[in-house]
């Protein structure tokens, strides 16, 4: 029987049948993300996703970039860099962690493949141990080797503690001193002192990575605001620095000129990449705004169901006037290292 031949009245049903997506040999990226869009669950959401953020794409257009997690140690800096480089943010939300390791990777340093699982052991004294033999090495010995051999881990990835050595001498050296005869400096002023240096030491040394993304910004005078600064490594330094000079952090001056320029958007359109104060922060400079968000991509793996503005949802954004009513918006539950490199590949192929 034909849906035609049904005639119980349906209001909320429409008639969209669920097709199959094909995977084949030498298909792009946007394809991939259009054969999404024929599936369901989470293939459709990506696929939204991307309608929604090439939607954002456009030059008339205002974007707030949102960027948590561990999204630069974990390989994610280039993609962000480039978006910066080719016009599509216009105001960058992160965290310290994202901007130090950023600079590490500019002046030099190097994050590595690890290991999320301890590595198995198979001695015969295992038993002895207290260990069972398929299980090997408990993850508690595991990070307790690390700690002895002086590496951080960061779930799979490896970072050698001497990179932090090399990130402190580069801020004493190369970004606090022309900031200190300043005064009282915004959070924005030293992430753009952050990325001038970035560059030129980047540049001088001819370090095979990229500038990154503090660098980018610097270059294309896009602002980066970094509202937890004090949460990081970066913090803890300029916070060290400020103890014995008149180096000092204005931690509300940033406030004016991100609401400025939600206020002077036309349209405005935030990409949310992971949740914490930068989500919020991008978000919550629209209550301050006669206007809203116009478009919205959030990217997580936080669950909306504890409440917590991590996972919330941003059809839940819309009850506080941070979107539109008539906004377009979509949320991805799944891991952002996955999505917002198809996410944006999709989205500027479509554009490009």
């Known amino acids: 029987m034909s849906d035609d031949d049904h005639h119980v009245h349906r209001e909320e049903f429409e008639h969209d049948p669920v097709a199959h997506a094909e995977a084949r040999a030498g298909m792009t990226v946007g394809e991939l993300a259009e054969e999404y869009g024929a599936a369901g ?22 974007n707030f970039f949102g960027l948590a997690g561990a999204m630069v140690p974990t390989g994610m800096r280039r993609i962000v860099a480039d978006l910066i480089r080719d016009g599509h943010v216009d105001a960058l939300v992160t965290t310290g962690a994202n901007l130090t390791h950023d600079a590490i990777e ?29 299980s090997g090495t408990s993850m ?49 002023r030293l992430t753009e ?36 600064v004090q949460d990081s490594v970066l913090g803890l330094q300029a916070w060290m620095y400020s103890q014995t000079s008149e180096f000092t952090l204005d931690a509300l001056a940033d406030m004016t000129t991100i609401t400025d320029q939600a206020f002077d958007a036309d349209e405005a359109g ?59 918006n979509v949320s991805v539950y799944a891991d952002a290292t996955i999505t917002l490199p198809l996410v944006v590949a999709a989205a500027r192929e479509r554009v490009e």
């Open 140 to 188: 508690r010995e595991h990070d307790e080797r690390l700690r002895d051999e002086e590496v951080d881990r960061i779930y799979n990835v490896y970072l050698p503690q001497e990179h932090f050595a090399l990130f402190e001498g580069h801020l004493r050296e190369e970004v606090f001193p022309p900031l200190e005869a300043e005064g009282a400096v915004s959070i924005r």
């Open 106 to 134: 500019a002046i030099g340093g190097k994050h590595h493949h690890g290991r999320a699982d301890p590595p198995c052991s198979h001695s015969d004294d295992s038993h002895e141990r207290g260990h069972d033999e398929r």
């Open 41 to 62: 669950v989470g293939a459709a959401t990506v696929h939204e996703a991307v309608d929604v953020y090439a939607e954002m794409l456009d030059e008339d257009v205002t």
């Open 193 to 228: 002192e952050l990325g001038r240096a970035n560059a030129a030491v980047n540049d001088r040394e001819g370090v095979d990575e990229g500038p990154g993304i503090a660098a980018a910004a610097y270059e294309n005078d896009v602002p980066i605001y970094c509202p937890a």
């Open 270 to 328: 935030a990409m949310v990449v992971g949740g914490g104060v930068p989500k919020n922060y991008v978000l919550q400079t629209m209550l301050v705004s006669p206007d809203a968000y116009d478009y919205a991509v959030q990217l997580t793996m936080d669950p909306p169901q504890t409440g917590g503005l991590s996972g919330a949802t941003l059809d839940e954004a819309r009850s506080w006037g941070k979107l539109e009513k008539a906004a377009r």
